[in-house]
């Protein structure tokens, strides 16, 4: 058993690893290297309670100190580790403070950095991204004061974002692109539901509009130009165009990659047998064995891929195999998907749209694939147990929205 745990990246994987790695009965060293100046904390209250104000810094943190010192998990933080290698001797890591971590296997649970927003003015005060804490207290310090929200980018933060500054009485206008809200997660159905929700609770929405440039006064963001001539009044700009994945240091270790994201196999391994990594930064086979491969940025993933590399850095091999699960809370409305739904070729709709309950579930070649329920968490459970057992809910029969779709649940390994 190797002595050494290097963790790069102190985020919800890196937690689930070190956390792990102890569960499963590691004796050596762990260490997580964290370049944020906080210990491993939650993400997404922060554009949801954290913003609104409904939680404080403190309860965002996984574990307090108390954790860390019982199970003999070193973290250290505002470290970025800027070089990684290996010797004959095992491996070591450099931090920007000059710091070294020697380690014999090392975890890469770095994660994704927003995307930057490339027009004019993409630079002036008031353009903002949402990924860290310090991102979140920015932008809350910034709140009150802000009478005009602009969202750019109509996915899952951005949305969030918009909700939270409608509710707080705020003009939010969300900018997207494509023709589509959460394009990449969800179906027509569902996007087409969350424009109408959105503007009904007072959101103005543009889709197919393409930003031209930022105009500002005196260094600060004042509006957004669209292409065509829209002008549109900013305070604040949230910038929500996607991520990419944090590869720098796999690059440096010379892994195997896909347009800079980390390759792994079903034990998240690396092409390195000493390396493992996990999360947000990371490209993987299909959880439930289908063709192709993914990468998931939610926190289902991160601590799953996390469980499962703990494993493989003891030995213990066990294949990733976890249904994929996500949520989003937009205003008073949760969205729970489970599973992927990508490849569908038929949907049934249950439950009803105008009452704000519903769901949708996604078939291909008649087997059950994924479902987005909206405030409907027994459509979301029914359908999650079905996809862990392996399971089917018939689509002719789950059209019935009056009965149950637990109690049609058919074949499968028994279920949990
Ligand atoms: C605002 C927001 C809301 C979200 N809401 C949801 C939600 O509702 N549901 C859901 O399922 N998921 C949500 N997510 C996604 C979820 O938080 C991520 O999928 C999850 O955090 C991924 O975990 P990770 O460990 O891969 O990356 P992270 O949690 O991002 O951790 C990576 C860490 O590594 C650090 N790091 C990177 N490189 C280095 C380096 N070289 N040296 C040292 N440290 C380094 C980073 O600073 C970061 O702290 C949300 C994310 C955000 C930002």
Not at 139 to 160: C, M, P, T
Not at 281 to 296: F, I, Q, S
Not at 318 to 337: C, G, M, R, T
Request: hydrophobic residues 45%.
């Amino acid at each position: 058993m190797s002595e050494k745990i290097l963790i790069v990246g102190a985020g919800q994987a890196g937690m689930q690893i070190a956390a792990s790695l102890r569960d499963d009965g590691f004796a050596g060293d762990v260490t997580i290297v964290g370049e944020e100046a906080y210990d491993p904390y939650q993400r997404p209250p922060l554009s949801k309670a954290f913003l609104a104000g409904d939680m404080d810094e403190e309860s965002l943190e996984f574990r307090n100190d108390h954790f860390y010192r019982e199970n003999n998990i070193t973290v250290v933080t505002g470290e970025q580790i800027q070089h990684v290698e290996f010797g004959p001797a095992g491996g070591v890591a450099t931090g920007t403070s000059g710091a070294t971590f020697a380690f014999d296997k090392l975890a890469l649970t770095t994660g994704a950095a927003p995307r930057t927003l490339k027009v004019d003015g993409a630079d002036l005060d008031g353009v903002l991204y949402l990924r860290h804490l310090d991102d979140a207290k920015n932008l809350k310090q910034r709140w009150d004061s802000v009478a005009n929200v602009v969202v750019l980018g109509g996915g899952f933060i951005g949305l969030e974002v918009a909700a939270v500054a409608q509710k707080a009485g705020k003009n939010v206008t969300v900018v997207q692109s494509g023709p589509r809200l959460m394009a990449r997660a969800v179906s027509s159905i569902t996007s087409d539901f969350f424009v109408q929700a959105h503007r009904a609770r007072g959101t103005t929405i543009h889709l197919n509009a393409q930003v031209s440039h930022l105009v500002g006064e005196n260094g600060k963001v004042t509006a957004v130009a669209l292409a065509d001539g829209t002008s549109i009044p900013a305070d604040i700009v949230m910038v929500g165009i996607g991520v990419t994945a944090r590869g720098e240091l796999a690059d440096q270790l010379a892994l195997d990659m896909e347009d800079g994201v980390i390759v792994v196999n079903e034990f998240a391994e690396t092409s390195n047998p000493n390396v493992v990594a996990a999360g947000d930064a990371v490209l993987m086979p299909h959880p439930l064995g289908h063709e192709g491969r993914v990468r998931l940025e939610s926190v289902q993933n991160a601590v799953d891929q996390a469980k499962v590399a703990a494993k493989t850095l003891l030995g213990q091999r066990e294949a990733y195999s976890a249904v994929p699960w996500f949520w989003s809370d937009q205003a008073d409305l949760k969205l729970q998907i489970a599973g992927l739904s990508s490849g569908y070729d038929q949907t049934v709709i249950r439950g009803d749209q105008s009452a704000d309950k519903f769901s949708v579930l996604y078939y291909r070649d008649g087997a059950l694939l994924a479902v987005d329920a909206v405030n409907d968490v027994s459509d979301y459970m029914a359908v999650r147990r079905a996809l862990t057992a392996r399971a089917n809910i018939p689509a002719e029969s789950a059209a019935d929205s009056s009965v149950p779709l637990k109690t049609l649940i058919t074949g499968g390994e028994a279920q949990q």
